[in-house]
């Protein structure tokens, strides 16, 4: 672990003049231009806001070695084609580009290899890439290729960075709940591997089309400007709360403008203002919360919970806040039924043009016409008398019979033909509903509350189509428990409606552990986390049964991978095969 922080984490500059050189936390505004760009375009480092705004070069691009002579269309390795330029800096760029091979969008940092940063960078993004931590943007690969080493990490052409929103206004309640909840999961998770990230911005932070927050340049964006901290945790959590703030207030909470934000003067005594005194309506818990995190002079001052210093802290922190839940969807009311002349099944006269009347004469009668005129409405007076003619006839006969049997009437029925008579009634006749009856699965959609949107759902008609050759699959983890990233991951099954269920039975590719929860019958909506499903019961194997001790009445069932299997590549994935569900 020593030596993975040693190579990853305090990226000094070894190659270069000024390796004791302490540089400023990245998320003070001070520090937000020390790279040489505008605060605005800082957050551009690998992936565009959608601008497509080329940036400026800077002074002191060429101040070590040559930058490659690169332009749009330039091939590296003969398969990655760039396309467009979004950062320019200090002797790198980072480029849009597309992968030929696997035909995807990626991101690409490009050195020349006498960089004084090319060590620390790639020691950077190999290590980044072995923490494999879904919440983050991976890196792909990183490759010293002659004259040039560059790195290759995800691009999310769905995703919008945090400062594109934060220039629309300040986030909801729960949003901003959700932002600095996700952020700190993710950073304490890289902390326990040894890694920080030291550059986390606005344009760090992105926000995918399912909502869940992604956070990119893990230790590579501050290895490429060569920042380094003393105290990691620290930077990283202050970071965390700066970000908060601003999702509070729309203010970034310093004295000096940056990332597209209004700084915040400081109060007599050099405190700084907390959110809710800065903005109406912040909630309160998320106000103590930032000033916290940022642990600045005076920033707790109002509060007698203690300052978070690290991630691990912050989690903690929000942990025990009550959950921000979003707000209900209003009702939408429905446009009023407008009657017009053309309804169907129905006749409705053309206004009469007024008619003028001479005095003391009598006003003249309109003529109502019939409901359906003319011959229709004769054929269907006919067929009407028919069937009514008809139904006497049966009616008349049935009496008659009866009256003819009644003599036999008294007689008890024999006691074979009563219990063969019982035994035909379908039970669901009577109110009872039938079991160990298939029920039918409409459709399936993703659970995964503390993952970041990557388990893919396109492929979970597979779980359920019949056939056992095929399957939906999880991710891939670096353990059975989910690389300790999180409880598990499931399925939601559309029953349709609500139904008598007691049985589950899933059929795995390799022994797995599963849940089976369901929804309450009177849920209104559908459900969207794991607290709106109850446990029913657990097992364990390739092919499980899953039996509730009585029958429950649910709409929702909840398939809840615990445990994932190793597979034959040596990586831990869930595979389903097949799920059945009976009343």
């Not at 792909?140 to 002659?146: P, S």
């Not at 050759?469 to 598990?488: D, I």
């Not at 059929?507 to 599963?514: I, N, Q």
Request: hydrophobic share 35%; with cysteine.
């Amino acid at each position: 672990m020593a030596e993975r922080s040693t190579a990853a984490v305090d990226v000094a500059h070894s190659g270069g003049d000024s390796g004791g050189e302490d540089t400023p936390q990245p998320s003070r505004s001070d520090d937000a231009a020390a790279d040489g760009t505008a605060p605005q375009n800082d957050g551009q480092d690998g992936q565009g806001s959608g601008g497509g705004k080329r940036p400026e070069r800077s002074g002191r691009e060429n101040r070590e070695g040559g930058a490659p002579d690169l332009h749009s269309g330039h091939k590296l390795a003969k398969r990655y084609r760039l396309e467009e330029c979004v950062t320019r800096l200090d002797g790198f760029s980072s480029w849009r580009a597309v992968d030929e091979k696997l035909r995807r969008a990626v991101g690409i940092h490009i050195l020349p290899a006498d960089h004084r940063q090319v060590r620390p960078v790639l020691a950077a993004a190999r290590s980044a890439a072995l923490l494999g931590d879904p919440r983050f943007v991976q890196v792909l690969d990183a490759v010293e290729d002659g004259e040039l080493v560059y790195v290759v990490h995800e691009w999310l052409p769905d995703a919008v960075p945090l400062g594109p929103l934060l220039a629309a206004g300040p986030l909801p309640p729960h949003e901003a709940y959700e932002l600095v909840s996700q952020l700190a999961e993710a950073m304490a998770a890289a902390h326990r591997e040894g890694l920080a990230h030291l550059r986390l911005t606005p344009g760090a932070v992105l926000r995918t089309g399912t909502g869940q927050y992604r956070i990119r340049g893990l230790a590579v964006n501050a290895a490429l400007r060569g920042i380094s901290s003393a105290t990691p945790q620290r930077s990283d959590t202050e970071a965390i709360g700066a970000l908060l703030y601003a999702a509070l207030t729309q203010r970034w909470p310093y004295e000096q403008d940056a990332y597209g934000l209004t700084g915040v003067a400081r109060l007599s005594g050099g405190t700084l203002m907390p959110p809710d005194q800065v903005r109406a309506n912040v909630h309160r818990g998320l106000s103590e919360l930032a000033m916290r995190a940022l642990v600045n002079d005076g920033a707790t001052a109002s509060s007698e919970n203690p300052p978070c210093t690290t991630p691990e802290e912050l989690v903690r922190a929000v942990a025990e806040l009550p959950r921000i839940r979003p707000p209900e969807p209003a009702f939408v009311q429905p446009a009023p039924y407008e009657r017009t002349t053309y309804q169907q099944g129905a006749f409705v006269a053309e206004p009469v043009p007024a008619v003028s009347v001479p005095a003391g004469a009598a006003a003249p009668l309109t003529a109502v016409p019939p409901t359906l005129p003319g011959r229709t409405g004769k054929l269907l007076k006919w067929g009407v008398s028919a069937l009514l003619i008809a139904a006497l006839g049966l009616g008349s006969w049935q009496i008659a019979d009866a009256l003819l049997k009644g003599d036999k009437g008294g007689e008890p029925a024999p006691r074979g033909q009563v219990q063969s008579e019982r035994e035909n009634e379908e039970p669901s006749a009577v109110g009872n509903p039938v079991s160990g009856k298939p029920v039918n699965i409409t459709s399936a959609r993703i659970l995964d509350p503390q993952g970041a949107g990557r388990e893919d759902a396109d492929d979970a008609e597979l779980a359920f189509d019949g056939n056992p050759g095929t399957y939906w699959h999880t991710l891939h983890y670096a353990s059975a428990k989910f690389g300790n990233l999180k409880p598990g991951v499931g399925l939601i099954l559309d029953l349709g409606e609500a139904q008598q269920v007691s049985t589950l039975k899933v059929s795995f590719l390799g022994p797995t552990g599963v849940d089976f929860l369901a929804s309450p019958a009177t849920i209104s909506g559908r459900p969207d986390s794991l607290g709106d499903f109850s446990k029913v019961s657990s097992g364990n194997g390739t092919e499980v049964v899953l039996t509730a001790k009585k029958p429950i009445r649910t709409q929702y069932v909840l398939v809840w991978l615990t445990e994932l299997p190793l597979t034959e590549q040596q990586e831990y994935r869930g595979r389903i095969t097949e799920i059945s569900v009976t009343s």
